[in-house]
């Protein structure tokens, strides 16, 4: 017994034997296998295939859709779809713009100044009150009364009808989660597709006017609602529905007295993103025939004038700031319930603020309409200065910049457009949309391979390939550049709470204004064409690259950077080894977020010149050629498809061991060593040894 006790001691005081893993095998020489192989492919089609896609493929799509536009003109007034159906929709959308802008031009300048101020001060407080009356007058002192009013009754409409389709919808979808997967691609859908694209279904459908335009801004601006609905209704925390319960409550009761009130931040996030979403294609609605601002605007690029299509601007840009302001105070206002108007030191009570809003709305009315007899806004009160100034400055930098913008546009065209559009105008179809599709296998498989080459196919079969290929190239170098800028920035952020505090009203105030407004300023400097709607698009994208990098940096937990400076990580070493990758998901949702933000602009800039799809559909719309207009809109809407679902895929696709990951090319997004949580699992890999440290790199 004794001897057996020892022998187990002995045995247990000898070191376990040590697991004999086999080597790890690079993945570099396969890397560099499949590169060489790609690179051949590409010259070997660039010399002696045909370039382009082979016309012989083409389907003419154009035909059928201009045969339904004469088939629904013709049968417009007999056809069942449209006497009880179509028409019907037309018909109100028209009554309800006609009666609201008529209701609001008959409130006079000066009722409609002070009943804006009014309405903003009883929801959102004096301050807002003040911002919202200068605002509306602003409209008036830039001589865009008449277009601001137009505008903003064909906002009230969109958004109307879409908080009251979108919340109830919102409120089902986070009560039943089979109605939210039903809903979330059709969601995804929408908010996939560009803004420019939703006008020309409609266009089909409802012909030129007032009635595509509601409808378009309804279906652009509804998914916001509904996912944020539903979102604040899924947060609401279990115990208060427990609670609620306990206290026999039943499910109606529940809904109204605990989930919608807990869940009325997000509703009202949802009503903000709600209006800027409708603004943002209200402004381009004058595509369609409908006037409002983004009339103004159109006008003055048509003509190069950019004295008017700065007021124009000018004016969205207010109107953009002003509803943001507002429905934000709003939302912070409803959660505090702060009564932040006082009179002799008393509180005033809610009711009594909504009476004395109204009553005042209704003197400035009475005032305006029998005292001063004036319902439109003063003339001699307009001021031709914007107007002037700008198109002073644009003399003085075409004169004294010339040189240093040509330089610019001209390097811009030479080094990175023209070349790579050479690219994929002379390589064969098919090593285009294989080079996507491999991408897309090696992200996600064979699937979304599949889903990308057939997408590619069929833009090709509709007889848009050399503009899509346009459209991408703009797309990819402007994607280019501003990655280049909004990571550095973004970490820079991250880093250093000053900057991040300096640069915050910046960004606050690029994301509030409409892609539309960007395509002004840059026709200061630049002529026309490609190269000023690559700078708009880098303009407009900056702000989402930058915040998303900044805050996928500061949600790196703080014991994880701690862990890497005890083990002696100098900042650079924890920027690349820790904070990088662990924010790469975050990242990542940020190049796709500026792909498509990228491409609704490029899209747009079709207005300016510049060669695409976008275009396309700009010369559709103008010639009267809706045929021509919805087959670019579907490609559009194609090339969006293919370029979301890839960058998508690189936030979701497994972690390599080392090496580039997708579009970065140039960060290495090595896997978390033994310091982050689930190192283990980084272990089983075969990247760390016995002692959890890095073996390689």
């Known amino acids: 017994m004794a001897v057996t006790e020892a022998r187990a001691s002995r045995v247990a005081l000898q070191p376990a034997p040590s697991v004999v893993r086999p080597p790890d095998r690079s993945p570099w020489p396969r890397r560099i296998a499949w590169t060489l192989a790609a690179v051949v492919v590409f010259i070997l089609g660039y010399a002696w295939l045909d370039p382009g896609f082979p016309e012989s493929w083409q389907v003419d799509v154009t035909k059928w859709f201009d045969d339904f536009g004469v088939w629904a003109v013709e049968n417009r007034t007999t056809s069942p779809l449209f006497v009880y159906f179509l028409t019907p929709i037309a018909d109100a959308s028209e009554f309800l713009y006609d009666n609201i802008l008529t209701a609001l031009e008959r409130m006079t300048w000066l009722g ?13 407080g004096w301050r807002m009150a003040v911002l919202a009356g200068l605002g509306v007058l602003s409209f008036g002192l830039l001589g865009v009364w008449d277009a601001a009013l137009e505008t903003i009754a064909l906002l009230t409409i969109s958004v109307s009808l879409a908080l009251l389709i979108g919340i109830p919808l919102g409120i089902w979808a986070g009560r039943r989660p089979r109605v939210e997967r039903v809903l979330r691609p059709i969601l995804d859908a929408m908010q996939t597709i ?11 459908l409802f012909g030129i006017g007032i009635p595509p335009a509601v409808l378009a801004t309804l279906a652009f601006a509804l998914p916001p609602a509904i996912r944020l609905t539903a979102l604040g209704i899924r947060d609401v925390p279990t115990t208060s529905l427990e609670v609620g319960e306990s206290f026999g409550t039943t499910e109606r009761q529940s809904l109204r007295m605990v989930q919608v009130p807990l869940a009325k931040p997000s509703i009202m996030l949802g009503v903000n993103q709600t209006f800027m979403m409708a603004l943002g294609i209200v402004v381009i609605a004058a595509f369609v025939g409908a006037d409002g601002l983004g009339q103004s605007v159109l006008d003055g690029l048509k003509r190069f004038d950019v004295g008017i299509a700065l007021n124009g601007g000018i004016a969205i840009v207010v109107m953009a700031i002003v509803l943001d302001r507002v429905t ?56 031709p200065l914007v107007a002037d100034t700008a198109n002073s400055v644009v003399e003085w930098s075409q004169t004294n910049l010339g040189d240093a913008t040509g330089t610019l546009s001209d390097w811009t065209l030479i080094y990175a457009l023209d070349p790579l559009e050479r690219v994929f105008l002379e390589e064969p179809w098919w090593i285009i949309a294989g080079l996507f599709a491999g991408i897309a296998f090696a992200l996600a498989g064979w699937r979304l391979a599949a889903g990308v080459f057939l997408c590619f196919l069929a833009i090709g079969m509709l007889g848009m390939w050399d503009f899509a290929m346009a459209t991408l190239t703009l797309v990819l170098v402007a994607v280019i550049i501003t990655i280049a800028v909004a990571i550095p920035l973004g970490i820079l952020c991250a880093k250093s709470d000053g900057f991040e505090r300096a640069t915050r009203p910046i960004l606050d105030a690029m994301q509030t204004l409409p892609a539309f407004v960007y395509l002004v300023p840059v026709l200061l400097l630049i002529e026309p064409g490609r190269v000023p709607a690559v700078i708009a698009s880098f303009i407009y994208a900056l702000p989402v690259g930058i915040r998303l990098t900044n805050l996928g940096i500061r949600q790196v937990p703080k014991e994880i950077v701690e862990a890497g400076e005890a083990y002696g990580s100098t900042s650079t070493q924890l920027l690349r080894k820790v904070q990088l990758p662990l924010a790469k998901p975050t990242i990542l949702l940020g190049v ?12 747009i800039a079709g207005l ?12 559709a719309l103008g010639k009267g050629q809706i045929g021509r207009g919805v087959v670019a809109g579907v490609s559009i809407l194609l090339l969006a498809i293919v370029l979301d679902r890839i960058t998508q895929a690189m936030g979701s696709a497994p972690r390599m061991q080392r090496g580039p990951v997708g579009a970065l090319g140039f960060v290495r997004w090595p896997r978390l060593k033994a310091i982050v949580p689930g190192g283990a699992d980084a272990a089983s890999d075969g990247e760390d040894d016995d002692e959890g440290r890095e073996v390689d790199g």
């Open 112 to 124: 409609v100044v002070v009943g804006a101020a009014a309405l903003a001060g009883v929801v959102a």
């Open 194 to 204: 560009p803004a420019y694209s939703y006008l020309l279904p409609f266009v089909l």
């Open 328 to 383: 934000t105070a709003w939302s912070v206002r409803s959660r505090t319930r702060r009564r932040d108007l006082t009179v002799g030191g008393r509180p005033v009570a809610r009711r009594w603020q909504i009476v004395a809003a109204i009553v005042l709305t209704l003197l400035a009315i009475g005032f305006g309409r029998e005292v001063l007899r004036q319902q439109e806004f003063p003339e001699r009160f307009e001021t």
């Open 608 to 619: 300016i010149g510049a060669a695409g799809l976008g275009q396309e559909v700009v010369f």
């Open 592 to 603: 796709n977020q500026t792909i498509m933000m990228v491409l609704s602009v490029v899209i």
